[in-house]
C-alpha cells in the first residue's frame, strides 16, 4: 500500500485529508461526536486507487458489519493486511 490518506467529511460537506498519526490527534483533541458524515481510508494498491469507507452516517451498519466485510476481500485484489489496527479502532470508535 502505498500513500495512505483518510479522508473526513462533515456534515457541510467540508472534507479533511490527513495522514494516520494527524486522524488519531484530531480524533483524540478536536472531533466531537456527530461531527463526522464519513470517515474512509484512501490508499494506492497495484497502481489502483482504493477507497475503503470506515463510517458513514448514510450506512446502519455495525462495527461488526464493517469488519467482517472487509475481512473477506481479497488480498491479491486489496493488499495484505489492508485492514490495520487503527482502521479497526476507527471501525468500532464510530460505528456502535
Aim: glycine letters at 2%.
Amino acid at each position: 500500500m502505498e500513500n495512505i490518506v483518510y479522508e473526513v467529511e462533515d456534515h457541510e460537506e467540508n472534507v479533511k485529508k490527513m495522514d494516520k498519526r494527524s486522524l488519531k490527534d484530531y480524533i483524540n483533541d478536536f472531533m466531537e461526536d456527530g461531527d463526522a458524515k464519513s470517515i474512509c481510508k484512501i490508499y494506492r494498491y497495484n497502481k489502483k486507487k482504493i477507497r475503503m469507507v470506515l463510517f458513514s452516517v448514510e450506512h446502519d451498519f455495525l462495527a461488526q458489519d464493517y469488519i467482517e466485510h472487509y475481512r473477506t476481500l481479497s488480498s491479491n485484489l486489496y493488499g495484505k493486511d489492508f485492514m490495520s489496527d487503527f482502521d479497526v479502532y476507527i471501525i468500532k470508535k464510530f460505528n456502535n
